[in-house]
């Protein structure tokens, strides 16, 4: 994907893939890039990323320039206000060609389908993809988004604190109870010093791997009902345990207002533990922080459950050129390019096999999480769930500043009821 392609070649190769590789979705040719007209097209693509991430996407769309001559990407950088500008894309008809993207249930209707173009392209190789991170991208069967990163999401421990408390690192296969007995030992509240940070502000989506892993959901598998599943006695427990580790001072409540975040209190050397994805790593790194990494624990005798945070690529059903926009998706998802990208984790298995990440022990806990991922997430089951999310996330806040988790999630299934019918 890398070398270079005479212009000649670029048309034959677009051409044959608009006649063959993608059958239904053929263009004009003056779509697919200036071969033979010395016209330069230009392919819009829209991300969430800033810094880092962001500069390592616009060297990619520079190498994809490179080996496409006559194409300029224009990399179109929304931050946080991205779904915004996305929407607003949408509803002018006049959205990015290619953009990232997580919301399938929002957005499907204004995204190209991309069976036919996965399926029937073998430079894809879509074999060499973990297969759980396509369900994501999937409404009714149908493929929406083409996987570029993930994470899943582990527990960070600081070794020195643990190495100074004379307390075993913690494997994989330990118990939540073991978990709150460390953070316990851990917390000093006359250094300042806790075993754990709370979110004050927790985002539900993470919290459904605790609750998955206690054997519950927020939701029926069918997407039905909530009544007894987003209050039944095992979400109340999962989302309790976090509330009473406040309350009894083995975890300090980060990231509210006028709070800490809890990556910089980990980075400060204040926090023994903290759970969270793969973007904090390198800059746990950096600061100097000895840092190990852990699967998330287990309720007794339940088999741990994972919950992905995935980023994918789509096409507009409205863009003027598809083809020259599957040809940016492919190549943007292609093993040299995903090696660029470090601000999650490699989609391709033999990426992961090169790179030996699998084996690295810091990076290994991501990825038996990923095998544990396969629990499908409640805003995919319903699509009505934002409305329903809003009485979920005050609730579980209330739970971090010290209410009954049973009775305010009781109030917040009564609460949203209405949104179901």
Known sequence: MKKKISLIVLATTLMATMVTACGGNSEPSSSTGAAGSGETKTLRFATWD??????????IAKKFEAAHPGTKVQVEAYA?????????????TNPPDVMYMWDFPTYHQSLEPLD???SNDKELNIEDFYPGLFNYGKIDGKLYGIPAGFTTRVVYYNKKLFEDAKIPYPKDGWTWTEFQDIAAKLSDKSKKQYGFGVRAENDTYDLQSFVWSNGSSFISDDGKTIEGFMNSKETAESIQMLGDMVKNGSAVLTGGKGQQSG????KAGKIAMWESGIWPLESFKTAGINVGTVEIPAFPGKPVKGVLAESALSIAKDSKQKDLAWEFVKFYVSNDSIKMRVADLPVRVSVVNELKKDQDPLYKPYYTMLERSSNTPAFLLNPKWNEVNRQLSAAVEAVMHGSNAQEVLNQAVKDSQRYLK
């Open 80 to 92: 946080d206000g991205f779904d915004q500008k996305l929407a607003a894309g949408f509803g002018a």
């Open 50 to 59: 800033t810094g880092d991430a962001l500069k390592i996407e616009q060297d």
């Open 263 to 266: 990556d910089d209190i980990f």
């Open 116 to 118: 036919s173009y996965s």
